[in-house]
């Protein structure tokens, strides 16, 4: 069986890479291993737009996959963009092996609340759930409850329920068996 | 798949590109991506995209414009949308009128980008729905664009296929709505160019210099406002033809330039110092008498013989009736099925009617009539009284006999009808009967007439 590792890009709460372990857990039967918390290089940060450049952590995180990794999934803190658009969530190779999720915009004190722990932990989730799915070949889902529909603000993210719809789920699952029997 | 409308970007910038495609491969689309306009436009050939994303701003090669320009002749159902910096949004409305459907300032929202595209590709949906059914229809005309039965129009189109491959000018003379442009891209298409760019300019919608810069184009810093260098219309239809519509408009100073590219095949940008060669056949249009313009000294005598070396006369649709019920009968199936009504015909008392109208407007006001008729009939066919608006026309038209009465009593009359035309305004009262207002105050007075101001 091949392992899905996590991977801290720069600071991120112990107890955010916690909830991130669960999930994963709760939804593909795989190993879960974490990998030592890593620096994000002085070239990935736009000074101009005080964002960090998606395109440079997701170069940084092919660099590092482990030989036995099923997936690499990296978290961070900071806020991540591409040159076309303002912000992201997260970003994932399609069918690939890496993924990268930030919690910058989960946090309710992004958007000027009180911190809330619960509110966090979910969306943590629900993002977790999501950029899995792309690299298990999973596209935007219609649903607007499912992990797998497109949120472009941050209400969008709180609509979803913190599980696949039942297709998304099925598909998910099929991929995983036919992929686990290929290497096998 | 869900989504099977390939989608391409083109930009310079390889992150921009990367990020941008993988962006909408999350969305189930697949993603093609170009580092120029160049090779832009090669896959646009080679694939039909539904939406291309392209660069206002690329310092090698084509610019954003001239790619999207060169997308959307090789695929006209495509949409560009143009991607430009905040400095920039001048020219992205500048490329809006080119033809682009829509352009994004980055970085922008995800949700706008998403909310765009998804709009994009519905209408997009709704669009080749109806166009499996309209295919079927235009397979029957692609080759008939121009219909008649008329021998003066068949000698012309026989002369189009002669004169295809000649590289030699042609003047189109016609009334308006004769259909100049649709003989001008038969000539085009039937030859050795037809791969190559149809470019049309309308001489009379510009000033001077706009037409100046639209045609030669112009060097960076040419004039306030001309950020970049931009090629002209003749650069870009280089190797095909240009089409100038309505030639007899354009100024002296236009004349001379254009005599100058007909006779050395080269010009100068605006604000250039380096001679720009091309080969661009040009085909002419005019609804002037230009013979006549140049006896009156308006147009240049050496620019009409070197535009005049082979010359169509296209009859009004007045002298070529038979063609009518033909013409209505395309038309009639055409606009149906683009506007999605079920007509099945034109009955005889209603084809009656056309082919008594004399057709100010010829082909154009023709259909235009039919679209109208088209879009208040209610019973499946167009009948008498769908068209019979037509008949008032030709009724009010100007039959006017002089009346047999005292001199007097006709400047009265005159000057009552110009009052009332112009709403009882003096002044435009008075300039329309040709005398200054003073006079016009007289008169009234003479005639006892009284107005409102
Ligand atoms: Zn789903
Ligand atoms: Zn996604």
């Not at chain 1, 660099?63 to 482990?66: K, V």
């Not at chain 2, 095949?265 to 940008?269: E, L, V």
């Not at chain 2, 009284?450 to 101001?453: E, G, I, L, P, Y």
């Given at each position: 069986?091949?392992?899905?590792?996590?991977?801290?890009m720069g600071?991120?709460?112990?107890q955010?890479?916690?909830?991130?372990e669960?999930?994963a857990a709760?939804w593909?039967?795989?190993a879960?291993?974490?990998?030592?918390?890593?620096v994000?290089?002085?070239?990935?940060?736009?000074?101009?737009?005080?964002q960090y450049q998606?395109v440079e952590?997701?170069k940084?995180l092919a660099?590092?996959?482990?030989p036995?990794?099923?997936?690499?999934l990296?978290?961070?803190?900071?806020?991540l963009a591409?040159?076309?658009l303002?912000f992201?969530?997260?970003?994932?190779?399609v069918d690939?092996?890496?993924?990268?999720?930030?919690?910058c915009?989960?946090?309710q004190?992004f958007?000027?609340?009180?911190?809330?722990?619960?509110v966090l932990?979910?969306?943590?989730?629900k993002e977790?759930l999501?950029?899995?799915?792309?690299?298990?070949?999973?596209v935007?889902c219609?649903d607007?409850?499912c992990a797998?529909?497109?949120?472009?603000?941050i209400?969008?993210?709180?609509?979803k329920?913190?599980?696949?719809?039942?297709?998304?789920?099925?598909?998910?699952?099929k991929?995983?068996?036919s992929?686990?029997?290929?290497v096998? | 798949?869900?989504?099977?409308?390939?989608?391409?970007?083109?930009?310079?910038?390889?992150?921009?590109?990367e990020?941008m495609?993988?962006?909408?491969?999350?969305?189930g689309y697949?993603v093609d991506?170009?580092p120029?306009?160049?090779?832009?436009?090669?896959?646009a050939?080679?694939?039909?995209y539904?939406?291309?994303?392209?660069?206002?701003?690329?310092?090698e090669?084509?610019?954003?414009?001239?790619?999207m320009?060169?997308?959307?002749?090789?695929r006209?159902?495509a949409?560009?949308?143009i991607?430009?910096?905040?400095?920039?949004v001048?020219?992205?409305?500048?490329?809006?009128?080119?033809?682009?459907?829509?352009?994004?300032?980055?970085?922008c929202?995800p949700q706008e980008?998403s909310?765009?595209v998804?709009r994009?590709l519905?209408?997009k949906?709704l669009?080749s729905?109806?166009?499996?059914l309209r295919?079927k229809?235009?397979?029957?005309?692609?080759h008939?664009d121009?219909?008649?039965k008329?021998?003066?129009m068949?000698?012309i189109?026989?002369?189009?296929?002669?004169?295809?491959?000649?590289?030699?000018?042609?003047l189109i003379?016609?009334?308006?709505?004769?259909?100049?442009?649709?003989?001008a891209?038969?000539?085009?298409f039937?030859?050795n160019?037809?791969?190559?760019?149809?470019?049309v300019?309308s001489c009379?919608?510009l000033?001077?210099?706009l037409l100046?810069?639209e045609?030669?184009?112009?060097?960076r810093?040419?004039?306030?406002?001309?950020n970049?260098?931009?090629r002209?219309k003749?650069?870009?239809?280089?190797?095909?033809?240009?089409f100038?519509?309505?030639?007899?408009?354009?100024?002296?100073k236009?004349?001379?330039?254009?005599?100058?590219?007909l006779?050395e095949?080269?010009?100068?940008?605006v604000?250039?110092?380096?001679?720009v060669e091309?080969?661009a056949?040009?085909?002419?249009?005019?609804?002037k008498?230009?013979?006549?313009?140049?006896h009156q000294?308006?147009?240049?005598?050496d620019l009409y013989?070197?535009?005049n070396?082979?010359e169509?006369?296209?009859?009004p649709l007045r002298?070529r009736r038979?063609?009518?019920?033909?013409?209505?009968e395309?038309?009639?199936?055409?606009?149906?099925?683009?506007?999605?009504k079920?007509?099945?015909?034109?009955?005889a008392?209603?084809?009656?009617?056309?082919?008594?109208?004399?057709?100010p407007?010829?082909?154009r006001e023709l259909?235009?009539v039919?679209?109208?008729a088209?879009?208040?009939?209610?019973?499946?066919v167009?009948?008498?009284q769908?068209?019979s608006?037509l008949r008032h026309?030709?009724l009010t038209?100007?039959?006017?006999e002089?009346p047999?009465?005292p001199l007097e009593e006709l400047e009265?009359?005159?000057i009552?009808?110009?009052?009332?035309?112009?709403?009882?305004?003096?002044?435009?009262?008075?300039a329309?009967?040709?005398?200054d207002?003073?006079t016009?105050?007289?008169k009234?007075k003479?005639?006892?007439i009284?107005?409102?101001?």
């Open positions: 069986m091949k392992t899905l590792y996590l991977v801290a600071d991120v709460p112990k955010v890479m916690e909830w991130i669960h999930a709760e593909l039967p795989v879960i291993r974490r990998l030592e918390a890593r994000i290089p002085e070239r990935a940060y736009d000074p101009k737009r005080k998606s952590m997701m940084m660099e590092m996959l482990p036995d990794s099923c997936r690499l990296g978290v961070t803190d900071v806020d591409i040159p076309m303002s992201l969530f997260g970003q994932a190779q690939g092996p890496v993924a990268l999720i930030s919690v915009r989960l946090r004190e958007y000027g609340l009180r911190a809330d722990e619960d932990r979910s969306r943590v989730v977790v999501h950029e899995l799915g792309h690299t298990f070949g999973l935007h219609d607007p409850k797998m529909s497109l949120a472009t603000h209400q969008r993210v709180d609509e329920d913190e599980q696949y719809c039942a297709q998304c789920g099925l598909q998910l699952l991929r995983f068996s992929q686990e029997a290929e096998s | 798949m869900k989504k099977n409308w390939p989608i391409l970007v083109v930009d310079d910038e390889e992150v921009m590109c990020s495609a993988a962006w909408l491969r999350e969305d697949r991506i170009a120029n306009g160049q090779k832009g436009v090669e896959l050939k080679a694939s039909d539904a939406i291309c994303f392209v660069d206002l701003k690329m310092p090669g084509m610019d954003g414009i001239e790619t320009m060169e997308i959307r002749r090789v006209p159902e949409s560009v949308i991607i430009t910096a905040y400095a920039t001048d020219t992205a409305i500048q490329a809006m009128k080119e033809g682009a459907q829509e352009y994004i300032v980055k970085p929202n980008i909310m765009l998804s994009i519905k209408l949906k669009q729905e109806n166009a499996i295919k229809l235009a397979r029957q005309y692609r008939h121009i219909i008649t008329n021998p003066r068949e000698e189109l026989r002369l189009t296929q002669e004169i295809a491959s000649l590289r030699s000018t042609v003379r016609g009334e308006s709505g004769t259909g100049k442009e649709l003989v891209r038969a000539v085009h039937s030859g160019r037809a791969e190559k760019p149809f470019i300019v009379a919608a000033t001077e210099t100046e810069s045609l030669f184009g112009y060097e810093g040419a004039f306030t406002g001309a970049a260098q931009a002209g003749f650069e870009l239809a280089d190797g095909g033809t240009i100038l519509d309505e030639i007899g408009d354009i100024s002296p236009l004349q001379g330039d254009l005599l100058r590219v006779q095949r080269r010009f100068y940008r604000g250039g110092s380096r001679e091309v080969d056949r040009v085909i002419a249009a005019t609804n008498n230009l013979a006549e313009q140049v000294g308006r147009f240049r005598e013989y070197r535009l070396v082979i169509i006369n296209l009859p002298d038979e063609d009518i019920p033909l013409l209505a395309h038309f009639v199936q055409r606009i149906s099925s683009e506007l999605g079920e007509i099945s015909g034109i009955t008392p209603a084809l009656k009617l056309l082919i008594a109208h004399d057709w407007g010829n082909v259909e235009n039919i679209e109208r088209i879009v208040t009939c209610h019973n499946g167009l009948d008498e769908d068209v608006w026309k030709d038209a100007p039959v006017w002089v047999d009465v009265r009359q005159a009552v009808a110009a009052l009332e035309r112009k709403q009882g305004n003096i002044k435009e009262a008075s329309a009967l040709g005398i207002r003073s016009l105050y007289d009234l003479r005639y006892e009284s107005h409102r101001n």
